[in-house]
């Protein structure tokens, strides 16, 4: 039988999960290698930990690589600080690779100091950030969907349509919403939601004062096209 991957992720999830007792499960411990060390099989744990450390030095990777051009990308649109606009003679951002390193070298004394506190406040900070981009996601092909309507479009012009719309992207929502009010109700979790939303309010609070107020810094909308262009790009 053939699965896609979130089929086979999902019943992956069912294995453990009927495996390894919920109170048994911590953050410390790879739910594999319980799972493995439980049945008795020989060197599993040992191999599932190199597979483990191979991933996490590729998603490390690809997380510096991520936020070094991120901030390249703000430092030449005058929303981070100009060093990191910096190019060496290869071409590549060296400065924000350093500092983008910098940080991620930090985060590795997670695995030494506190490890139940401050390794399981950044993986709740992170989950709620993967929560927002896919509820940020819905809202834009909500409102996407509503004004490509409005505007005289036709869904049968769209590539992709979203069934059972809008209660898909809907249900999004509110489960999504569902799984951040989870949070503020677990001990474990509420402080890295209260500093995770704290923290994105504060970035927005900046953006407004610094560009809200001038309207070259708008993005604009181009009716007769539908292209969204900001006025640095029309340059």
Request: net charge positive.
């Amino acid at each position: 039988m053939n699965c896609t991957p979130i089929v086979r992720q999902h019943l992956i999830i069912v294995v453990l999960a009927a495996l390894i007792p919920w109170r048994k499960a911590g953050v410390v411990q790879s739910p594999f290698i319980a799972v493995f060390d439980s049945v008795g099989i020989p060197f599993a744990a040992d191999i599932m930990n190199l597979v483990i450390l191979t991933a996490l030095l590729s998603v490390g990777n690809s997380g510096l690589y991520v936020c070094s051009r991120m901030l390249w990308s703000l430092s030449q649109n005058g929303m981070a600080p100009s060093v990191f606009g910096k190019l060496n003679s290869r071409g590549v951002p060296f400065n924000a690779v350093l500092f983008s390193l910098l940080f991620s070298l930090v985060s590795l004394l997670t695995s030494v100091v506190s490890v139940e506190t401050i390794f399981v406040v950044l993986l709740s900070v992170n989950g709620l950030e993967g929560t927002i981009s896919w509820m940020t996601i819905a809202l834009s092909q909500y409102n996407f969907r509503r004004q490509f309507i409005k505007t005289g479009g036709g869904v049968k012009e769209l590539k992709y349509k979203v069934p059972l719309f809008p209660l898909i992207p809907i249900l999004c929502l509110v489960l999504c919403g569902i799984s951040m009010l989870f949070m503020a109700f677990d001990p474990a979790q509420r402080s890295s939601l209260v500093v995770g939303l704290g923290f994105m309010g504060a970035c927005y609070l900046y953006y407004f004062i610094r560009y809200g107020k001038s309207i070259k810094d708008k993005i604009i909308l181009k009716e007769d096209h539908g292209e969204v262009t900001t006025p640095k790009s029309r340059v």
